[in-house]
């Protein structure tokens, strides 16, 4: 198998509105390369969007785990907990994405939104 003919190939998926379609291609990808982030990113995001969250958690978690420093990974675990019901916990990881790209409006918007969830509680 092409690895990368199928990396691009579920890209093209998921840019066209087909993240279940993505994930299928991506899975396979990740098995063969496990350290490879680029793929793992694509494969949570593809997860996220077709609402697969608990799959997207996991491969998020693992993302988080091989470098806290991605903020990227830390913002869409956070929304992913967010999905999941889960304010409390998604809090942490909106936090650390925020503070790390403070400038990023998406960030900053869903840490607000979450904040407030957790203080009406």
Do not use: C, W
């Not at 899975?27 to 063969?32: G, H, L, N, Q, T």
């Not at 969250?53 to 470098?67: F, H, I, K, N």
């Not at 420093?69 to 999905?83: F, K, N």
Request: charged content about 30%; aromatic content about 6%.
């Amino acid at each position: 198998m092409d690895l990368l003919a199928e990396y691009r190939r579920a890209t093209m998926f998921f840019e066209a509105g087909d993240p279940t379609g993505a994930a299928r291609l991506l899975e396979p990808i990740v098995e063969a390369e496990p350290g490879n982030s680029s793929v793992r990113q694509l494969l949570a995001r593809a997860y996220f969007q077709s609402a697969q969250l608990s799959r997207a958690e996991e491969q998020l978690r693992e993302l988080v785990d091989r470098d806290p420093s991605d903020h990227y990974a830390h913002h869409v675990l956070g929304r992913t907990l967010e999905r999941l019901n889960r304010p409390v916990d998604a809090l942490r990881h909106l936090r650390i994405a925020a503070a790390m790209y403070s400038t990023n409006e998406d960030y900053t918007a869903a840490l607000r939104r979450v904040e407030a969830k957790v203080n009406r509680r």
